[in-house]
């Protein structure tokens, strides 16, 4: 028997193209294969057959073709969340196709379901001796993407949104809450899933995407709750950019990890006229708050943000590392990670330019926010601790 474990876990893992969706892992499947456990979140769906049902139309999500399922087991990925926003983009099809594919590859999965029933059920994987239980919500909507009993979709805690407002015509002050039954149920399934295992991973789909220093005030309700109810660790997602950490009655929260892979050969106005596209890129950045006019001399600022070098500051992003001993987490870190211009993420180390953007980008997401976690590099590694 093992003495120590390596659990990984990376972020919103998208595969939108007919290519083959294996070499986009190369740079990265050594890491991801050689861990004991590595988990990934499925934001996008995989079908040849879907209905284009587009549960946000602003935003539609088309499915990866079902021949690219395989690059997850292939990639290393052990373990999927479902829960997200376009859990019902393909329609029936998109759910049932993507279940059976991994499935079909032995990959356990949690948080969607061919009913509500089915989108509660935990998954449960074990290591030398070790029990790891995994749920996952989305916490984001829309209302269409979920689970009822009749219906296919995820799992998910309801969030009530109240708009107060300060000046006339301002942006108001954004206040959000769980509803309480939704939330009810998540507590229950992390208590009668907690005697199974030793260790018990929630992943919530949440949060303001593009804005990595800001939490909506459900995230923490929601988180807290998760760990009150005995989840030993928060994976958050959906926000495609990195968020700070927390650590909260010793249980680790990433708040935003980010996305992985984002592969797209489709949406994000590039089946639009260039009219159409430009309009829909307005758009995208009103709903985001925008536009944000704080560059030299008034000008608008590219949305969303890049760097000096032209970089996505969404294309930052990190492989969480949990190491295991005696059925818990002993030990939190992360892999500072950029994905490149040819789509693949690459693993950067401590004296790279972008090694030093990752590890100060997630730094001052937490510090600007007034976050407890602490960061300090032990190698190529970031070592995730509580400020003193």
Not at 125 to 135: A, P, Q
Not at 232 to 254: P, Q, R, V
């Amino acid at each position: 028997m093992k003495e120590k474990l390596t659990m990984l876990a990376v972020s919103d893992i998208i595969l939108d193209t007919p290519k083959p969706a294996e070499p986009f892992f190369n740079l990265v499947r050594p890491v991801l294969t050689a861990a004991d456990i590595t988990v990934g979140q499925c934001e996008v769906y995989y079908t040849s057959r879907g209905v284009a049902t587009f549960a946000d139309p602003r935003y539609p999500a088309t499915p990866s073709p079902i021949s690219s399922i395989d690059a997850l087991k292939t990639g290393g990925i052990d373990v999927v969340s479902m829960a997200s926003n376009h859990s019902w983009d393909a329609g029936i099809p998109g759910v049932e196709d993507t279940i059976n594919g991994l499935d079909r590859l032995g990959i356990l999965h949690s948080g969607a379901g061919m009913n509500l029933d089915e989108a509660h059920r935990p998954c449960i994987m074990e290591k030398e001796g070790t029990k790891i239980g995994f749920l996952s919500y989305n916490c984001v909507g829309p209302v269409s993407s979920w689970a009822t009993k009749t219906k296919p979709g995820c799992a998910y805690v309801e969030i009530k949104t109240v708009y107060e407002a300060n000046f006339a015509g301002c942006p108001p002050k954004v206040l959000s809450y769980p509803e309480p039954e939704s939330l009810d149920w998540m507590i229950r399934d992390i208590k009668e899933l907690r005697p199974q295992v030793d260790i018990l991973v929630v992943s919530l789909h949440k949060g303001i995407g593009f804005t990595p220093t800001k939490l909506s005030m459900y995230e923490q309700t929601v988180s807290y709750a998760a760990i009150d109810a005995g989840a030993d660790l928060i994976l958050g997602h959906h926000a495609h950019i990195l968020k700070g950490i927390e650590i909260y009655k010793g249980k680790y929260i990433f708040h935003g990890m980010g996305h992985f892979l984002k592969v797209l050969d489709h949406g994000m106005g590039k089946d639009m006229s260039p009219k159409d596209a430009k309009k829909f890129m307005m758009n995208f950045v009103e709903d985001h708050g925008g536009p944000f006019c704080f560059g030299p001399d008034g000008t608008m600022i590219t949305f969303p943000p890049r760097d000096e070098h032209g970089v996505e500051l969404s294309d930052m992003t990190l492989i969480a590392k949990f190491e295991i001993e005696d059925r818990k987490i002993t030990r939190v870190s992360y892999l500072p990670v950029l994905i490149r211009t040819d789509e693949q993420p690459e693993i950067l180390t401590r004296d790279s330019e972008y090694g030093q953007k990752v590890f100060r980008f997630v730094k001052n997401s937490t510090d600007n926010i007034d976050l407890n976690a602490a960061y300090e590099w032990d190698g190529d590694e970031v070592v995730v601790t509580e400020k003193k």
